[in-house]
């Protein structure tokens, strides 16, 4: 996981080769003047999803991995709090292929297992990225926000 200002994005372009995209992509778009939902960057290898996300408190938060994409999280109306833990130590539970996603325990993060290591607040102006290796709990928010989901494959060579 990586959290840091959008500003500081390009610093970060070695660690994926479709980053460099990415950071383009970031300096020429208004993310806030994108409509909700999905739009194509790169194909089917990196595409934003816009969402606008309702009141959701830790309580109803729900950990998610993916295996085949990394998500760049970007909030722009309001921040949000995120939970974070190693998707190692998450119970296991069943992987979606055509969403690319694990949703673990639907009481998380209530359950012993699934609390979280790590919570912190992430503001407009602000990114996450988060691996394959990284369980979150996203969205987490008192008066709910507009946020994107920048999502790029992991390995371009899969």
Do not use: C
């Amino acid at each position: 996981m990586i959290i840091d200002s959008l500003e500081a994005f390009d610093r970060y372009a070695g660690l994926n080769p479709l980053f460099p995209v990415v950071a383009d992509f970031l300096r020429r778009t208004n993310l806030s003047a994108l409509p909700v939902g999905k739009t194509q960057i790169q194909g089917d290898d990196i595409f934003v999803n816009v969402q606008e996300a309702p009141v959701k408190s830790r309580e109803e938060a729900r950990f998610e991995t993916h295996r085949r994409m990394i998500d760049i999280q970007i909030p722009f109306t309001d921040e949000e709090e995120h939970g974070w833990t190693p998707a190692s130590q998450l119970p296991m539970a069943e992987y979606d292929e055509g969403t690319d996603m694990t949703l673990h325990d639907p009481k998380a993060p209530s359950t012993p297992a699934d609390i979280a290591s790590t919570y912190f607040t992430l503001r407009p102006g602000q990114f996450v990225i988060y691996f394959p290796t990284d369980g979150h709990a996203p969205a987490i928010t008192a008066t709910g926000l507009r946020k994107a989901i920048i999502k790029v494959k992991a390995s371009i060579h899969q």
